[in-house]
């Protein structure tokens, strides 16, 4: 699984010109999916997500994390992120997963990130044509993979 994690003021996801999800102060997560990804990998990326110490203390350092702020997630499925653009100009998608294994995926993330987060997080609607609207706050921008665990 792949990640993009934005921390950011505020963003909103609309589908059909409906705005289906919004926060304020948190993170916006982009989410891949691939086949060979598991609950282990789950369980280590929102672990790794609503942990992240990348909100300002009081001293204004990077050392605190969503759930010490009480930051809010935007989760949103992406399978863009496993393009690969090795050969020509058109980027493939052949590892990502397909719809019947990557939303069961992407609806464990959403139930372990609120598990973990302790509140109910935003989403998006996998596989619709999404407007992603953000306020990126610093600008702080972190990319993640399971496979390689940094």
Known sequence: ???????????????EGQVKS????????LAGFEDADTAEDIEWI?????????FDDEAGVMNKSAIETGGEILLISQFTLHASTKKGNRPSYIKASKPD??????????????????KAIGTGTFGADMKVELVNDGPVTIVMDTKNKE
Do not use: F
């Open 46 to 54: 929102s672990g790794k997500i609503v942990n992240l110490r990348i």
């Open 22 to 29: 919004s926060i304020s102060r948190g993170l916006l997560v």
């Open 101 to 118: 294994v990557a939303i069961p995926l992407y609806e464990s993330l959403i139930a372990r990130l609120e598990t973990d987060l302790g």
């Open 1 to 15: 699984m792949r990640v993009v994690i934005q921390r950011v003021s505020r963003a909103s996801v609309t589908i």
